[in-house]
């Protein structure tokens, strides 16, 4: 009878301790499960996201590739500067999305500097703290004269000197801080007893300055 009792009794002992074991085993599954879809739906996520990301980046870039090919067709085709014919008829290309101003009536005689503005649209009033794309000046003076007015800047650093040359001309590029208000790029031309000064203020439009420069042509 006791054999029987504890045959039973193991037997139910036995099950408890499967039942256990499968609770166990359901338990660990269970937060295993748990455990794999949030680290999956983390993943995922962060996949998502770099992929979004990628996405984003790609179109901004074909965006603005696009735009800057769209505002270089509009530039095009160029137009000519001509400048007087008393002052060696300076010419170059600029684009044609740009306006020129000449602030300088020549006509009066009198040695006077001649000066030329141009700019994207329009041209803002003339000051010496107002930045333009491009400006011009001819001096009625020798190019070391012209060179002289730089050369306290370029002793303090304010400006950087090179050698300018193109295909068909050379002379002086400095780089700096014209003023307080104004850090550019100019180049002077020797022009006969004069000097060509054409300057860019900053460096918005560098691209346009250098492709201008190559076009400059004046009577020798």
Request: glycine share 6%; hydrophobic share 35%; net charge neutral.
């Amino acid at each position: 009878m006791n054999t029987h009792r504890n045959h039973e009794r193991g037997a139910i002992n036995g099950s408890i301790f499967a039942i256990v074991a499968l609770v166990i085993l359901a338990l660990l599954f269970g937060s295993f499960s748990v455990w794999a879809f949030l680290n999956y739906t983390e993943q995922k996520t962060d996949v998502d996201g770099k992929v979004a990301d990628a996405v984003a980046k790609a179109k901004l870039e074909q965006s603005t590739a696009d735009e800057e090919a769209f505002a270089k067709r509009e530039k095009e085709p160029m137009r000519q500067f001509v400048g007087p014919s008393d002052y060696g008829r300076l010419t170059f290309d600029y684009p044609k999305t740009w306006s020129a101003y000449q602030a300088t009536d020549v006509s009066k005689g009198g040695g006077v500097t001649y000066e030329a503005y141009l700019n994207p649209i329009l041209v803002p009033p003339v000051g010496e703290t107002q930045k333009f794309a491009i400006r011009v000046t001819i001096e009625q003076e020798t190019y070391d004269q012209a060179l002289k007015a730089y050369e306290k800047q370029i002793k303090k650093g304010e400006l950087k000197s090179s050698a300018y040359s193109s295909s068909t001309l050379s002379g002086t590029r400095l780089e700096g801080s014209f003023n307080k208000d104004i850090v550019g790029t100019a180049v002077l031309i020797k022009m006969r007893d004069r000097t060509l000064t054409i300057r860019t203020d900053g460096d918005v439009f560098k691209a346009d300055y250098e492709a201008l420069l190559n076009t400059v042509k004046f009577n020798e």
